[in-house]
T-cell receptor
């Protein structure tokens, strides 16, 4: 079956622009996570949804970052007024209630000029 | 807070050599421990996991044992192949379903024919 998909795969933004990154989790997966991976580093947690409820947003680095999952399926991570330090790969992962393993998407590479 | 420390890389080995990648962690309670792998051009994949002390996770010839006394989860393989060339990440999550992952920095393994 289909895995986690993310779009776009690559995004170039000028500093100050707003961007929206999309995640399509595996069908039926209750939990959805967003991570940020800077170059040469491991992924760092941003936020977590269970169905449509955002249960943990402790990793969001500033109030310019906003995530939503209004129908408990597709999720969007929005970054307002992008800065150069926002350049990173943004990873989405989903998991089922039963197995708990997180399945990762291919990521969106964001470059802010 | 929780943290994961991996040995510095990169690591370059000849085919059929023995592999050890060190990983130690700091966490409260009894976390679950994971090794994730990222092959060139692909997304993160779970390689193996262990959920309690003395558990051994294994997959594709790789093994790692959850050592609570040394807070370690070292990854080993007896005979590496060129196809094992990838980036390897050690990670932990707190006890309980659908908990966020804390990753190490990752280490790049290159295997020469």
């Amino acid at each position: 079956g289909a895995g986690v998909s993310q779009s776009p795969r690559y995004k170039v933004a000028k500093r100050g622009q707003d961007v929206a990154l999309r995640c399509d989790p595996i069908s039926g997966h209750v939990s959805l996570f967003w991570y940020q991976q800077a170059l040469g580093q491991g992924p760092e947690f941003l936020t977590y949804f269970q169905n449509e409820a955002q249960l943990d947003k402790s990793g969001l680095p500033s109030d310019r970052f906003f995530a939503e999952r209004p129908e408990g399926s597709v999720s969007t991570l929005k970054i307002q007024r992008t800065q150069q330090e926002d350049s990173a790969v943004y990873l989405c992962a989903s998991s089922s209630r039963t197995y708990n393993e997180q399945f990762f998407g291919p990521g969106t590479r964001l470059t802010v000029l | 807070g929780n943290s994961v420390t991996q040995m510095e890389g990169p690591v370059t080995l000849s085919e059929e050599a023995f592999l050890t990648i060190n990983c130690t962690y700091t966490a409260t309670g009894y976390p679950s421990l994971f090794w994730y792998v990222q092959y060139p051009g692909e997304g993160l994949q779970l390689l193996l996991k262990a959920t309690k002390a003395d558990d051994k996770g294994s997959n594709k010839g790789f093994e790692a044992t959850y050592r609570k006394e040394t807070t370690s989860f070292h990854l080993e393989k007896g005979s590496v192949q060129v196809s094992d060339s990838a980036v390897y990440f050690c990670a932990l999550s707190p006890t309980g379903a659908n908990s966020k992952l804390t990753f190490g920095k990752g280490i790049t393994l290159s295997v020469r024919p």
